[in-house]
Protein backbone atom coordinates (compact mmCIF):
# COMPACT_ATOMS: atom_id res chain seq x y z
CA UNK A 1 0.00 0.00 0.00
CA UNK A 2 2.77 2.72 1.10
CA UNK A 3 4.25 1.80 -2.48
CA UNK A 4 1.19 3.07 -4.07
CA UNK A 5 0.76 5.82 -2.51
CA UNK A 6 4.90 7.00 -3.72
CA UNK A 7 3.59 6.33 -7.16
CA UNK A 8 0.40 7.95 -6.82
CA UNK A 9 2.51 11.09 -5.69
CA UNK A 10 4.86 10.64 -8.37
CA UNK A 11 2.36 10.88 -11.25
CA UNK A 12 1.22 13.62 -9.38
CA UNK A 13 4.94 15.86 -9.81
CA UNK A 14 4.69 14.63 -13.74
CA UNK A 15 0.88 15.68 -13.92
CA UNK A 16 2.03 18.99 -12.25
CA UNK A 17 5.19 19.40 -14.72
CA UNK A 18 3.44 18.59 -17.32
CA UNK A 19 0.64 20.93 -16.89
CA UNK A 20 2.83 24.08 -16.84
CA UNK A 21 3.30 24.39 -20.63
CA UNK A 22 1.30 27.70 -21.45
CA UNK A 23 -0.97 26.16 -23.93
CA UNK A 24 -2.35 22.69 -22.09
CA UNK A 25 -6.10 21.62 -22.02
CA UNK A 26 -6.47 18.63 -19.42
CA UNK A 27 -9.54 16.32 -19.88
CA UNK A 28 -10.58 14.66 -16.57
CA UNK A 29 -12.54 10.82 -17.34
CA UNK A 30 -13.95 8.71 -14.43
CA UNK A 31 -13.66 5.76 -16.49
CA UNK A 32 -13.96 3.93 -19.79
CA UNK A 33 -17.09 5.05 -20.56
CA UNK A 34 -16.01 8.42 -20.75
CA UNK A 35 -13.54 8.02 -23.55
CA UNK A 36 -15.85 7.17 -26.45
CA UNK A 37 -17.46 10.85 -25.43
CA UNK A 38 -14.19 12.31 -25.04
CA UNK A 39 -12.27 10.69 -27.68
CA UNK A 40 -13.22 12.48 -30.78
CA UNK A 41 -12.49 15.44 -29.28
CA UNK A 42 -9.27 14.88 -28.07
CA UNK A 43 -8.20 13.69 -31.79
CA UNK A 44 -9.25 16.21 -33.00
CA UNK A 45 -7.54 18.71 -30.69
CA UNK A 46 -3.84 16.87 -31.16
CA UNK A 47 -3.57 17.44 -34.95
CA UNK A 48 -2.76 21.44 -33.72
CA UNK A 49 0.44 20.03 -32.50
CA UNK A 50 1.00 23.55 -30.45
CA UNK A 51 -1.27 22.12 -28.10
CA UNK A 52 -0.48 19.75 -25.11
CA UNK A 53 -3.34 17.60 -23.98
CA UNK A 54 -2.93 15.72 -20.37
CA UNK A 55 -5.85 13.66 -19.42
CA UNK A 56 -6.52 12.40 -16.15
CA UNK A 57 -8.15 9.29 -15.72
CA UNK A 58 -9.57 7.31 -12.27
CA UNK A 59 -9.86 3.82 -13.93
CA UNK A 60 -6.67 2.09 -14.82
CA UNK A 61 -8.79 0.14 -17.46
CA UNK A 62 -9.54 3.70 -19.58
CA UNK A 63 -8.83 3.24 -23.21
CA UNK A 64 -7.43 6.87 -23.04
CA UNK A 65 -4.46 6.05 -20.83
CA UNK A 66 -3.58 3.96 -24.05
CA UNK A 67 -3.35 6.80 -26.42
CA UNK A 68 0.38 7.94 -27.36
CA UNK A 69 0.88 11.03 -29.26
CA UNK A 70 3.57 13.55 -28.77
CA UNK A 71 1.32 16.21 -27.52
CA UNK A 72 -0.16 13.71 -25.48
CA UNK A 73 0.03 12.82 -21.88
CA UNK A 74 -2.35 10.11 -19.81
CA UNK A 75 -2.15 10.19 -16.07
CA UNK A 76 -3.63 7.52 -13.66
CA UNK A 77 -5.10 8.84 -10.57
CA UNK A 78 -7.17 7.10 -8.07
CA UNK A 79 -10.34 8.61 -6.36
CA UNK A 80 -9.74 9.90 -3.32
CA UNK A 81 -7.89 12.72 -0.96
CA UNK A 82 -4.76 12.53 -4.12
CA UNK A 83 -7.87 13.25 -6.97
CA UNK A 84 -9.16 15.92 -4.66
CA UNK A 85 -5.82 17.66 -3.89
CA UNK A 86 -4.95 17.66 -7.67
CA UNK A 87 -8.28 19.50 -8.50
CA UNK A 88 -8.06 22.30 -6.13
CA UNK A 89 -3.95 22.70 -7.03
CA UNK A 90 -4.44 22.52 -10.82
CA UNK A 91 -3.07 25.19 -12.51
CA UNK A 92 -3.13 25.34 -15.84
CA UNK A 93 -3.92 28.24 -18.74
Known amino acids: ?29 EGPSCWPHL ?12 IFIGYVSS ?9 KKKNFKS ?3 KTGYLLNWLFENLDVK
Open 1 to 29: MIINFFKQIQVLLDFIFFSKNKKTIIFYS
Open 59 to 67: SLIDPGLNL
Open 75 to 77: FYV
Open 39 to 50: SGLVTNLLKNNS
